[in-house]
Antibody, heavy 121, light 112 residues
Framework: QVHLVESGGGVVQPGRSLRLSCAAS????????MHWVRQAPGKGLEWVAV????????YYADSVKGRFTISRDNSKNTLYLQMNSLSSEDTAVYYC??????????????WGQGTLVTVSS | DFVMTQSPDSLAVSLGERATINCTSS????????????LAWYQQKPGQPPKLLIY???TRESGVPDRFSGSGSGTDFTLSVSSLQAEDVAVYYC?????????FGQGTRLEV
C-alpha cells in the first residue's frame, strides 16, 4: 500500500525558515508527480505546489510563490518543501500527496497524515 | 485563478436518504482536446487526510462505494451520495486540476 510520511513540522518564529520532508514507499516514486497541500486549523484545503516526476517542472500557489520551494530526491524517495519568510498565515497542517504518473495535471490519489507547522513568536 | 464554489456549506441528511453537493467553477474545466472534465472530489473525515473519491468528474476511484457518484460538465458539477450511511459524515471538497493553481472548493460539511 502506498505510504507517505511527512516530517519537519513544528513551531517556528515569523520570518524564519523550515524544511518539510515526505518519505514515500510502496510505489515507484520517480514515476509520479507530487504535491503539497495545506490546511489551516479549522479551515479548508489549499493547494500549495506540485513537482513533476523528474523534478524539472514545478508550480506554486500565488500565496507561497517566491517563498516556498518544492523539490524531490528520487534516489531517496523523498519530497521536500523549503519554506522561507514564514508568517502566521502559513500556520497549517501540510500534507504531501501523490499525483498522476508522469503528468503534473491530475488528481491526488494518496495522502500522508500531515505535519503541523505553527508560525508564532 | 479558477475559483471553485461549493453549495451548500453544510447539509444535514437522514440515514438512507440522498445527499447532493454542488460545485461551480469560475471557468470551464472541460478540456476540449480530450473532452474530459478536470475535476475531482475528496472526502475528509475528522482527524484524517482527504481521500480521493472521484476524478474526471464522474470516475469513481477504486474501492469507493458505488453510492457515491459524480456528474456535470464545464462549470457545474454534482457529487451525490445515493443512500447516506453513518460513515459518510465528513467534509467534501471539489478540486479543479485543469490549470495551476489547482484550487479546491471551500468544502461542504455533510451531517446526519
Amino acid at each position: 500500500q502506498v505510504h507517505l510520511v511527512e516530517s519537519g513540522g513544528g513551531v517556528v518564529q515569523p520570518g524564519r525558515s523550515l524544511r518539510l520532508s515526505c518519505a514515500a514507499s510502496a510505489f515507484t516514486f520517480s514515476l509520479y508527480s507530487m504535491h503539497w497541500v495545506r490546511q489551516a486549523p479549522g479551515k479548508g484545503l489549499e493547494w500549495v505546489a506540485v513537482v513533476s516526476y523528474d523534478g524539472s517542472t514545478y508550480y506554486y500557489a500565488d500565496s507561497v510563490k517566491g517563498r516556498f520551494t518544492i523539490s524531490r530526491d528520487n534516489s531517496k524517495n523523498t519530497l521536500y518543501l523549503q519554506m522561507n519568510s514564514l508568517s502566521s498565515e502559513d500556520t497549517a497542517v501540510y500534507y504531501c500527496a501523490r499525483g498522476r504518473q508522469q503528468l503534473v495535471r491530475g488528481w491526488l490519489d494518496f495522502w500522508g497524515q500531515g505535519t503541523l507547522v505553527t508560525v508564532s513568536s | 485563478d479558477f475559483v471553485m464554489t461549493q453549495s451548500p456549506d453544510s447539509l444535514a441528511v437522514s440515514l438512507g436518504e440522498r445527499a447532493t453537493i454542488n460545485c461551480t467553477s469560475s471557468q470551464s474545466v472541460l478540456y476540449r482536446s480530450d473532452n474530459k472534465n478536470y475535476l475531482a472530489w475528496y472526502q475528509q473525515k475528522p482527524g484524517q487526510p482527504p481521500k480521493l473519491l472521484i476524478y474526471w468528474a464522474s470516475t469513481r476511484e477504486s474501492g469507493v462505494p458505488d453510492r457515491f457518484s459524480g456528474s456535470g460538465s464545464g462549470t457545474d458539477f454534482t457529487l451525490s451520495v445515493s443512500s447516506l450511511q453513518a460513515e459518510d459524515v465528513a467534509v467534501y471538497y471539489c478540486q479543479q486540476y485543469y490549470r495551476t493553481p489547482y484550487t479546491f472548493g471551500q468544502g461542504t460539511r455533510l451531517e446526519v
